[in-house]
C-alpha cells in the first residue's frame, strides 16, 4: 500500500509557473512507475506525464509539448511535475499516481487526492 498526497497547486496568470509535488507514504516509491494526470470540469481524465522508476526515462503527452517536467526524489519518496508557460486550458484537478506494471500506460494502482490548478487569462 501507497498513501500519496498532492500539493503545490493553486491560481495563476497565464504564462506563469507551478510546481506540484506528490509526497508518498507506505511503500517506498521507488517501487513504482509514477504517472500524473488531469482533469478538467466536464471533461475525461488524461495523461499528462510520467516516470520509470529511477527517474532515468519520462514520458510526455503530446499537448505539454515542452512546458511541463516530471522529476522525482526516491530518496524523499517525492515526484515533481513542474509546469511553466501555463495556459487557461491547463486548468484541471491534477492528480497523480503510481503503477506497479511496467511503463507509465499501465493501470495505476494507486492515486492522490488532487490538486487544484487554475490558470487565469
Known amino acids: 500500500q501507497v498513501q500519496l498526497v498532492e500539493s503545490g497547486g493553486g491560481l495563476v496568470q497565464a504564462g506563469g509557473s507551478l510546481r506540484l509535488s506528490c509526497a508518498a507514504s507506505?511503500?517506498?516509491?521507488?517501487?513504482?512507475?509514477m504517472g500524473w494526470f488531469r482533469q478538467a470540469p466536464g471533461k475525461e481524465r488524461e495523461f499528462v506525464a510520467g516516470?520509470?522508476?529511477?527517474?532515468?526515462?519520462?514520458y510526455y503527452a503530446n499537448f505539454v509539448k515542452g512546458r511541463f517536467t516530471i522529476s522525482r526524489d526516491n530518496a524523499k519518496n517525492t515526484v515533481y511535475l513542474q509546469l511553466n508557460s501555463l495556459k487557461p486550458e491547463d486548468t484541471a484537478v491534477y492528480y497523480c499516481a503510481a503503477t506497479s506494471g511496467a511503463a507509465p500506460t499501465a493501470d495505476y494502482d494507486y492515486w492522490g487526492q488532487g490538486t487544484q490548478v487554475t490558470v487565469s487569462s
Open positions: 507506505g511503500r517506498t516509491l521507488s517501487s513504482y512507475v
Open positions: 516516470i520509470s522508476r529511477r527517474g532515468g526515462s519520462t
